[in-house]
Every structure is written in C-alpha cells, then in structure tokens.
Nanobody
C-alpha cells in the first residue's frame, strides 16, 4: 500500500491550493481517508477526513475554508484549501485506514486510527 501526496507549494495569504493523495496497492473504497498536518516545532494535528459523502469531518481551525473529497475510481483524496492563512503553513500528510464495520468521527480524527501514511507535501503561506 502506498499513498502519494502532491500539490503543496508557496502561496500568499488568502490564496488557494488543492492537495491530492493517490493511493495504490489495493482498493480504498471502504477506507477513511484523512489529512493531517505538522507545522514547524509542533505536533502533527488532524485536518479533515472522509469516509463517504455523509461521513466528513473537519478540524475547527479549517472548517468553512477547507473541503475534503474523494474519487474512488481514481483511488484519490483531495483537500481544497481556500482563504489560506500563515497558520496553515505545515507539511500535510494523507492517511488511510479501512473502516468497513466501524466508524467514529472522533476516532478517525486521531493519528493512531491510521495504519497507512503518505510522505507529506509542504504548504507555505506567506503573509
């Protein structure tokens, strides 16, 4: 299983970026696909996750600005980031974990819920 994140870069405050994470090695239709981020000197934190269209959850810090979506045919999860702030500067990681019989928005907002991780893509927001 591999997760490949891309789409990071340098953007001015107020700008937009769209991150992608392509999964391979098996089908991920039953997985929760999550995004986390780690800012310099800080712990990795939850950003958003998606299981199905009715199982989407965001951190309060990004709610209303970020949108997570998935394309099961492409085994890809996206993170559309709008109205970016300097505080959004971080390395963004995607993660995956199968969730066929159990789902909890709280549980899947934690790093420990995920077994598979991508390598990270760096986002820098300048003021």
């Amino acid at each position: 299983v591999q997760l490949q994140a891309s789409g990071g870069g340098l953007v001015q405050a107020g700008g937009t970026l769209r991150l992608s994470c392509a999964a391979s090695g098996r089908t991920f239709n039953s997985d929760v696909l999550g995004w986390f981020r780690q800012a310099p000197g800080k712990k990795r934190e939850f950003v958003a996750h998606i299981r199905r269209s009715d199982n989407i959850y965001y951190a309060d810090s990004v709610k209303g600005r970020f949108t997570v979506s998935r394309d099961n045919a492409k085994n890809t999860v996206y993170l559309q980031m709008n109205s970016l702030k300097p505080d959004d500067t971080a390395v963004y990681y995607c993660a995956a974990q199968r969730a066929i019989t159990y789902y909890s928005s709280t549980y899947f907002s934690k790093e420990d819920a995920y077994n598979y991780w991508g390598q990270g893509t760096e986002v820098t927001v300048s003021s």
